[in-house]
Nanobody, 118 residues
Framework: QVQLVESGGGLVQAGGSLRLSCAAS????????MGWFRQAPGKEREFLAH???????YYADSVKGRFTISRDNAKNTVYLQMNSLKPEDTAVYFC????????????WGQGTQVTVSS
């Protein structure tokens, strides 16, 4: 079992930056690939970024070049650095964990709200 807790959301002006954190419980964090997603009101959940066990990353085109995912296995934490934020980035942001034996994200956090004002 893995419990995920996101933090770092808030209100920011367009063009600004935020860094989200996702703290994971358990001793086997390094065995999980991690992802970030978001969901805006009335829209489906959207994939943003993924980082695997070795640190390789993958991004959705909508955030490539603006968002950066990273992880600190010693702190059991994954981060999402968000730069050049736009009002359309407003959403609830979730982190998720995928065990190396799995092909899907098995665990999800409760989400953190990000609001970008114009």
């Amino acid at each position: 079992q893995v419990q995920l807790v996101e933090s770092g959301g808030g209100l920011v002006q367009a063009g600004g930056s935020l860094r989200l954190s996702c703290a994971a419980s358990g001793r086997t964090f390094s065995s999980y690939a991690m992802g970030w997603f978001r969901q805006a009101p009335g829209k489906e959940r959207e994939f943003l970024a993924h980082i695997n066990w070795s640190g390789s990353t993958y991004y959705a085109d909508s955030v490539k070049g603006r968002f950066t995912i990273s992880r600190d296995n010693a702190k059991n934490t994954v981060y999402l650095q968000m730069n050049s934020l736009k009002p359309e980035d407003t959403a609830v942001y979730f982190c998720a964990a995928m065990h190396q034996s799995s092909s899907k994200y098995d665990y999800w956090g409760q989400g953190t709200q990000v609001t970008v004002s114009s």
